[in-house]
């Protein structure tokens, strides 16, 4: 499974962007997928997740209501909506693959925790300017 994440950007604060992941050599609807954004010195966090098929949905408490997760038409695709963008969203954003077997209850507890998942994209640059 490779995973690719594009879309960042540079945008001013109060802007919008789209992140997207890109999936080959499986369909990413076998895993649940997370976002995860890592700033200059900080640790990795939890951005946000959604289930094998979309139906469910978890965020960060950071980005709850500005940020949304979804998953295209042909399933093998994710996104990431951002709005309200604010200077402290800037970070390397990197979209990652949910090792919880397939039908299992989900979220799991540790559905925010890098370890859970099995496979990592390359990230994708976000700047929001002040």
């Known amino acids: 499974v490779q995973l690719q994440a594009y879309g960042g950007g540079l945008v001013q604060a109060g802007g919008s962007l789209r992140l997207s992941c890109a999936c080959s050599g499986r369909t990413l609807g076998t895993y649940p997928m997370g976002w995860f954004r890592q700033a200059p010195g900080k640790e990795r966090e939890f951005v946000a997740a959604?289930?094998?098929?979309?139906?469910?949905?978890f965020y960060a408490d950071s980005v709850k209501e500005r940020f949304a997760i979804s998953r295209g038409n042909a399933k093998n695709t994710v996104y990431l909506q951002m709005n309200s963008l604010k200077p402290e969203d800037t970070a390397v954003y990197y979209c990652a693959a949910d090792r919880v077997p397939y039908g299992s209850t989900w979220p799991t507890t540790n559905v925010g925790v890098s370890d859970e998942y099995e496979y990592w994209g390359q990230g994708t640059q976000v700047t929001v300017s002040s």
């Open positions: 959604i289930s094998w098929w979309g139906g469910s949905t």
